[in-house]
């Protein structure tokens, strides 16, 4: 019962919640810069305004694989707040990007192909890594459930630093931020095009942009599962965290897509499955 | 409420202008002037914009790409001419290849004059541009609700 409501508050309130915080870091990133920026609220005007712009669609069958895109991000989340299998989570959001990788395709655009393999190399920079860090959790506290995981005494962090560190990495990649924003960018829009969502405007634009607030509040959800032995700890760091994630986004340029695919798969082989070798060694071995 | 006012999406395009305007409309998105600060992106891409941004006069060989640009716009779409080139073609108007002013083209909804246009009239001319994008999202509801 408990769980079906925490999914309900997600459904509900992630979207709020992940545009505050593209709204803060468009804020803060503007800073940086020594200029104003927009209000905090604008990414929400953004989404509003898309809403009210005519709909033209190239192919019909784009819609639906955004309407999927969004769809599935909320049930990946709504699974992961639910409690459920971890496993269970990281296909639900793997099947999600599947989805706006199709959408991308499906429009007939070199701009957007490009941009649709593009997200297919991040998809695989990353991919390894996530699990690595499913399975890390599961060797520390014994479950793969996220309810159990959360609940866990265990200070999670102290066994699994390399996971974290090479969680951080695919997490660039992940929210897109520089130096791996290969495949869209909320910065660079002459580049490619944007990327991916190319052949995307009104309201199919505004889904993506809900999916990826949805996104953002899973991601810096899982970095709680680290740090769930102390709540008050744990958002401390998912702060520090993001405000890391603007740093690097501002203090680097982009790469190309081979060191995505090096830093991607470099961090799961180092920092993951060397972390995963010491604890199987010393803290399983006893 | 309308919150197209908010987040207006510029796409610049360069009709053979001499630079002159172009850095001046760049000038508009730095940390001096800040026009983030009102929500204006710039965008490279027609179908995320909401207005177009002219600068230089239409030439034979670029009248077909900007009638293109503006058709790939979803409504409502608005039309900013920067400079006094791309208003009426201005010095190189009596050239052979110059086809005039960007209304020659595509029909324009502010001009924004200056040779170059200054950073400051060229903000001006977007906030009334966004007036008229509002306008014309009212009357696009209009049409759509007697359909
Ligand atoms: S108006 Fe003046 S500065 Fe602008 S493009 Fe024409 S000649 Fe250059």
Same mark, same amino acid.
């Not at chain 2, 009709?15 to 508009?28: F, P, R």
């Given at each position: 019962m408990m769980s079906i409501l925490n999914a309900l508050v997600y459904l509900i309130l992630a979207p709020v919640l992940g545009g505050l915080v593209a709204g803060i870091d468009r804020k803060i990133t503007a800073r940086m810069q020594g200029r104003v920026g927009p209000p905090i609220l604008q990414p929400f005007y953004d989404v509003a305004k898309l809403f009210e712009k005519e709909d033209v669609t190239v192919t019909p069958s784009q819609n639906y694989y955004i309407l999927s895109y969004l769809v599935f991000m909320a049930v990946t989340g709504a699974l992961f707040f639910a409690g459920g299998d971890m496993l269970l989570v990281i296909f639900a959001f793997t099947l999600a990007h599947v989805f706006i990788v199709l959408g991308a395709y499906a429009a007939y655009s070199p701009y957007s192909y490009l941009g649709a393999e593009r997200e297919l190399i991040a998809l695989m920079a990353y991919e390894p890594m996530i699990i690595l860090t499913a399975v890390g959790l599961y060797l520390v506290t014994g479950s793969f459930y996220v309810s159990d995981i959360a609940a866990s005494t265990v200070p999670v962090i102290l066994y699994l630093p390399g996971v974290f560190l090479g969680f951080l990495t695919v997490l660039t990649i992940k929210l897109r931020k520089s130096p791996f924003d290969i495949s869209t960018s &909320? &910065?660079? &829009?002459?580049? =490619?095009?944007? +990327? =991916?969502?190319?052949?995307?405007? +009104?309201?199919?634009?505004?889904?993506?942009?809900?999916? &990826?607030?949805?996104?953002?509040?899973?991601?810096?959800?899982?970095?709680?599962? $680290? $740090?769930?032995?102390?709540? =008050?700890?744990?958002?401390?760091?998912?702060? =520090?965290?993001?405000?890391?994630?603007? $740093?690097?986004?501002?203090?680097?340029?982009?790469?190309?897509?081979?060191?995505?695919?090096?830093?991607?798969?470099?961090a799961a082989a180092i920092l993951g499955f060397l972390n995963l070798a010491v604890l199987y060694y010393f803290y399983l071995g006893v | 409420m309308a919150y197209l006012k908010k987040s207006p999406w510029l796409l610049h395009y360069d009709a053979s202008s001499c630079n002159g305007c172009d850095i001046e409309v760049l000038a508009c998105l730095t940390p001096l002037y800040d026009v983030e600060r009102f929500g204006i992106i710039n965008t490279g891409n027609p179908k995320h914009a909401d207005v177009l941004v002219?600068?230089?006069?239409?030439?034979?060989?670029?009248?077909?790409?900007?009638?293109?640009?503006?058709?790939?716009?979803?409504?409502?779409?608005?039309?900013?001419?920067?400079?006094?080139?791309?208003?009426?073609?201005?010095?190189?108007?009596?050239?052979?290849?110059?086809?005039?002013?960007?209304?020659?083209?595509?029909?324009?909804?502010?001009?924004?004059?200056?040779?170059?246009?200054?950073?400051?009239?060229?903000?001006?001319?977007?906030?009334?541009?966004?007036?008229?994008?509002?306008? /014309?999202?009212? /009357?696009? /509801?209009?049409?759509?609700?007697q359909r």
């Amino acid at each position: 019962m408990m769980s079906i409501l925490n999914a309900l508050v997600y459904l509900i309130l992630a979207p709020v919640l992940g545009g505050l915080v593209a709204g803060i870091d468009r804020k803060i990133t503007a800073r940086m810069q020594g200029r104003v920026g927009p209000p905090i609220l604008q990414p929400f005007y953004d989404v509003a305004k898309l809403f009210e712009k005519e709909d033209v669609t190239v192919t019909p069958s784009q819609n639906y694989y955004i309407l999927s895109y969004l769809v599935f991000m909320a049930v990946t989340g709504a699974l992961f707040f639910a409690g459920g299998d971890m496993l269970l989570v990281i296909f639900a959001f793997t099947l999600a990007h599947v989805f706006i990788v199709l959408g991308a395709y499906a429009a007939y655009s070199p701009y957007s192909y490009l941009g649709a393999e593009r997200e297919l190399i991040a998809l695989m920079a990353y991919e390894p890594m996530i699990i690595l860090t499913a399975v890390g959790l599961y060797l520390v506290t014994g479950s793969f459930y996220v309810s159990d995981i959360a609940a866990s005494t265990v200070p999670v962090i102290l066994y699994l630093p390399g996971v974290f560190l090479g969680f951080l990495t695919v997490l660039t990649i992940k929210l897109r931020k520089s130096p791996f924003d290969i495949s869209t960018s &909320h &910065h660079a &829009h002459q580049e =490619l095009v944007k +990327g =991916l969502t190319t052949e995307f405007s +009104g309201a199919t634009l505004g889904k993506i942009e809900i999916a &990826h607030w949805y996104e953002t509040v899973v991601m810096l959800g899982i970095v709680y599962l $680290f $740090f769930g032995f102390n709540p =008050l700890l744990a958002i401390i760091v998912i702060a =520090l965290v993001y405000l890391l994630e603007i $740093f690097i986004d501002n203090t680097f340029s982009r790469m190309k897509w081979e060191m995505t695919m090096k830093s991607g798969w470099g961090a799961a082989a180092i920092l993951g499955f060397l972390n995963l070798a010491v604890l199987y060694y010393f803290y399983l071995g006893v | 409420m309308a919150y197209l006012k908010k987040s207006p999406w510029l796409l610049h395009y360069d009709a053979s202008s001499c630079n002159g305007c172009d850095i001046e409309v760049l000038a508009c998105l730095t940390p001096l002037y800040d026009v983030e600060r009102f929500g204006i992106i710039n965008t490279g891409n027609p179908k995320h914009a909401d207005v177009l941004v002219i600068t230089g006069g239409i030439n034979e060989l670029n009248r077909q790409v900007v009638r293109n640009i503006y058709n790939q716009m979803p409504e409502p779409r608005v039309v900013v001419a920067v400079g006094i080139c791309a208003s009426s073609g201005g010095v190189f108007r009596e050239c052979y290849n110059i086809a005039g002013g960007v209304d020659q083209v595509i029909p324009v909804d502010v001009y924004v004059p200056g040779c170059a246009a200054r950073p400051e009239s060229i903000i001006d001319g977007i906030v009334q541009a966004l007036g008229i994008l509002e306008e /014309k999202r009212t /009357k696009m /509801k209009e049409q759509e609700a007697q359909r």
